[in-house]
């Protein structure tokens, strides 16, 4: 078992805090720190740099990358909230340099080799809640009391807003912006921006595509792709016919692949519409 050692003894101790409780198979790199009181189960791997909070509760199997700063009381790894689990060793693996903060749970996967994903570079804020199966991939910001359901997907650069509820199987397209206290029940759309209850793509996320380095000549494609999607006299299904036909721009391909997917695809929710 790991056990703490003061600055006094080496320059290089361990920085565990001698009231953490942490398993003799846990596997955790020298330079991870862990709070008071935390709790680090079996099977369980922490890269370099890490930081555990006070009271903080990981469970395995989980792998955890380099750089990530988990905050007092999370709750990571423990077994998902789905009555289909049968106990199967199913996982939860977290990339680098993630932020997550107090109270956050991230629960594993329900069947055996599945896995709840995290990307790298994602902060969750407060409260929010991960459920098993998801995938959040990289640069993602979501609020606080945010819950997602199983099966959640969230693309690259989605900015996920406080206090509102991802059904299961949805899909959030990259760079997608969503309002706080909003219902998720479909897919929403990359590049946009979405609120309401129920909710509804509203514009496009202009300061989200300039902070992520598009052009003047991308988003300029992008919002005729958006006029005609939802402020034209077509039917939804016409539009999205159309839509290769403005351009072979790279991020207008990009949504009109979404959209297929959303439409057509397994398990597939549809897409959040524009104005009805």
Not at 37 to 47: L, Q, R, S, T, Y
Not at 59 to 78: D, H, Q, T, Y
Not at 94 to 110: M, S, Y
């Amino acid at each position: 078992m790991l056990t703490y050692q003061s600055k006094e003894d080496t320059p290089l101790s361990t920085p565990i805090h001698p009231t953490a409780v942490i398993h003799p198979k846990a596997e955790l790199h020298p330079t991870v720190e862990v709070g008071p009181f935390a709790v680090i189960g079996e099977n369980v791997k922490i890269d370099a740099q890490t930081t555990i909070g006070a009271h903080a509760i990981i469970e395995g199997p989980i792998e955890i990358g380099v750089g990530n700063r988990i905050f007092p009381s999370a709750v990571i790894g423990l077994e998902p909230q789905d009555l289909k689990y049968k106990g199967a060793a199913s996982w939860v693996k977290i990339g680098n340099h993630n932020t997550i903060r107090e109270f956050v749970t991230i629960n594993r996967a329900t069947h055996a080799d599945e896995v709840t994903q995290i990307g790298d570079h994602n902060l969750l804020m407060a409260y929010v809640h991960v459920a098993h199966n998801c995938v959040i991939e990289d640069h993602v910001i979501i609020a606080n009391a945010v819950a997602l359901a199983g099966h959640v997907h969230i693309e690259p650069r989605a900015v996920i807003g406080g206090a509102l509820g991802v059904h299961q199987f949805v899909r959030i397209g990259r760079n997608a912006m969503l309002g706080g206290m909003s219902r998720i029940d479909r897919d929403a759309p990359p590049f946009m921006m979405i609120e309401g209850n129920p909710s509804r793509v509203r514009s496009l996320n202009l300061v989200g595509l300039k902070r992520a380095g598009l052009t003047t000549h991308d988003v300029g494609y992008l919002k005729k792709a958006f006029r005609l999607l939802y402020h034209s006299d077509l039917t939804f299904k016409e539009a999205l016919e159309q839509l290769p036909g403005i351009s072979d721009n790279e991020y207008v391909e990009y949504l009109y692949h979404f959209l297929m997917g959303s439409t057509t695809g397994e398990k597939r929710r549809g897409p959040i519409p524009g104005r009805t």
